[in-house]
């Protein structure tokens, strides 16, 4: 560093010239450091205590009010029904927007659905009137269950929007002759065939239940001797009689089975599945849930429900992987659609083993812990009497086995193991 006044090399910093002593503190570079320094300091300090201040001022509005808890209503619609023809028929025109509460029941619902008919249709009057689904029956259980009825509950069950539901209201007057017409008519079918059947040991508990009380009445020990006389004379004068009632009783019932085994041999098997056909109930469902990629899972959750019944129509609704529901009506397309699935996968379980078309039952024991065996008990007849396709992959011998049929001719091609088909062959 050089002298700016006599050119003198100034081998330190230093605050005078040692050659001509003039000041030459301004060429010294510490303080100017030391002030750019401080002054960065301070800089970034000033930034953070700002950064601070507006991250409080920013929490500070995201502070969630205390207000009170709406509930969240829903929409249907109701609408009128009446009765037309001898049947309660939907009324055109009457659907009217209804805003209730989801988690409300049948009686609520009723009295509001009411209510907001009166208060577009003078006509109505004062009639008592009942709350209907649209096939014209009374709103009290969950279509298909025992579970008393909410609106989310049927809604859940039935699988569509809030919008899409409509309840019906009818006059009790016309709600009450339409149906004690159609058990009219149901009693005039059921009299037509009366079968009565003879109880055995039903004269024994009857004399049982009397002494039995008499015993525990207590009574003196002279009316007690009185009475045992007397039972002892009447047994000796109807137990014969009795005897031969009841031989009888078990004659005619041995006949009667006997004609109803004949009967049973007679019937062809398209008769027997078509007498079954008739016996289920297509006024209840047993629901099926069932996701195509897993059909097996959602079979066996739906066969194992304790709603379950063989006896009732099955309602199908299949859904995507993300477990969204397909709208549609289920007409029979669903319900033949995962019947024909159920089958392929039955024929990919397990239990069975062998050829494509000809496979056997073997055993397995983790099928057995999991009761795969009884759950395919039950998927076969069902899906043959509702429509569906049977069990084309069992074998001819395994299927006559079942049935009763004497006649087995297997053949080393049945087997699927190597080894031991090899040394059959041999």
């Known amino acids: 560093m050089y002298c700016p006044f006599c050119g003198f090399f100034l081998q330190s910093h230093s605050t005078f010239c040692c050659s001509c002593g003039k000041d030459v503190k301004f060429l010294c570079p510490v303080e100017t450091v030391s002030t750019e320094v401080k002054s960065e300091k301070s800089v970034v300090e000033s930034f953070r205590n700002f950064r601070v201040l507006k991250e409080k001022e920013r929490q500070s509005c995201f502070k969630r009010k205390k207000t009170q808890h709406k509930e969240n209503n829903v929409k249907i619609s ?10 309660l028929k939907p009324v055109r025109g009457t659907a009217l927007p209804l805003v209730v509460n989801p988690e409300i029941d049948a009686e609520h619902l009723q009295q509001a659905a009411v209510q907001k008919m009166k208060d577009f249709n003078k006509q109505l009057g004062s009639a008592s009137y009942a709350l209907l689904y649209p096939d014209g029956t009374k709103i009290v259980n969950i279509p298909g269950t025992e579970t008393p009825f909410t609106l989310k509950g049927f809604k859940d069950a039935l699988g569509k929007a809030y919008q899409r539901i409509t309840v019906y209201i009818c006059k009790l007057e016309d709600y009450l002759s339409y149906y004690q017409s159609s058990s009219g008519t149901e009693s005039e ?3 037509s065939e009366v079968i009565i059947t003879a ?33 002892s004379k009447y047994t000796e004068l109807y ?3 009795v005897a031969e009632n009841q031989e009888d009783s078990s ?33 209840s469902v047993s629901r099926f849930n ?3 990629s897993d059909i097996w899972d959602g079979a066996v959750r739906g066969f194992k429900r304790s709603t379950f019944s063989a006896e009732k129509d099955l309602l199908v609704k299949f859904s995507d992987d993300g477990g969204r529901l397909v709208d549609g009506l289920d007409t029979g397309g669903p319900k033949r659609e995962f019947l024909s699935l159920l089958m392929e996968r039955l024929n990919q379980r397990p239990i069975f083993d062998g050829p494509e078309n000809r496979r056997y039952l073997v055993y397995n024991s983790t099928a057995i812990r999991e009761d795969e065996y009884g759950l395919a008990g039950k998927m076969i007849p069902v899906s043959i009497v509702h429509g569906g396709p049977g069990p084309n992959f069992l074998s001819e011998d395994l299927v006559n086995h079942i049935s009763g049929h004497s006649s087995f001719s297997a053949s080393i091609g049945d087997i699927t193991d190597e080894e031991i088909g090899k040394v059959l062959q041999q």
């Open 239 to 241: 137990a014969p009689i």
């Open 199 to 231: 109880l055995k040991g039903e004269y024994h508990t009857d004399l049982e239940e009397v002494l039995l009380s008499d015993a525990e009445e207590g009574p003196s020990p002279s009316i007690r001797a009185m009475e045992t006389t007397c039972y």
């Open 290 to 292: 069932i996701c195509r």
């Open 189 to 191: 079918i059921s009299d």
């Open 78 to 87: 109701v609408a009128l029904m009446q009765l037309k023809d001898g049947i």
């Open 251 to 283: 004659s005619e019932e041995g006949s009667t089975h006997s004609q109803r085994d004949a009967e049973m041999q007679q019937l062809s098997v398209s008769e027997v599945i078509a007498n079954l056909a008739l016996q289920i109930d297509r006024h």
